[in-house]
């Protein structure tokens, strides 16, 4: 069993940077790669950036490449994502998710079917 807790979101002006946070419990973390998904008011649930259970690599949707940036730290049982020039279109609930031995490519894909999901965070960008 899994629990996810997200942190860090806020208001913020378009420029400006947040860094979000994934705690979780249990102790199997490690085995298990972690995504974020974001879903704005009347939209699908979309996914942006995810890192391999072991943390060896990432993958991002294009429109965040160059501006966010996901670890994990597995010691912290944590995965942080550093947003950084953040766009209004950038505003939306962020979800972690996470999902048993998964690639991060994998979790873009699969991601949607996580095994556990966090209760979101809110992150609103202003122009």
């Known amino acids: 069993q899994v629990q996810l807790v997200e942190s860090g979101g806020g208001l913020v002006q378009a420029g400006g940077s947040l860094r979000l946070s994934c705690a979780a419990s249990?102790?199997?973390?490690?085995?298990?790669?972690i995504g974020w998904f974001r879903q704005a008011p009347g939209k699908e649930r979309e996914f942006v950036a995810a890192?391999?259970?072991?943390?060896?690599?990432?993958y991002y949707r294009d429109s965040v490449k160059g501006r966010f940036t996901i670890s994990r730290d597995n010691a912290k049982n944590t995965v942080y994502l550093q947003m950084n020039s953040l766009k209004p279109e950038d505003t939306a609930v962020y979800y972690c998710?996470?999902?048993?031995?998964?690639?991060?490519?994998?979790?873009?894909?699969?991601?949607?079917?996580?095994?556990?999901w966090g209760q979101g965070t809110q992150v609103t960008v202003s122009s």
């Open positions: 890192v391999r259970f072991s943390g060896s690599s990432t």
């Open positions: 249990g102790r199997t973390f490690s085995r298990y790669g």
């Open positions: 998710a996470a999902k048993l031995l998964t690639s991060a490519q994998g979790m873009s894909v699969m991601g949607i079917q996580a095994d556990y």
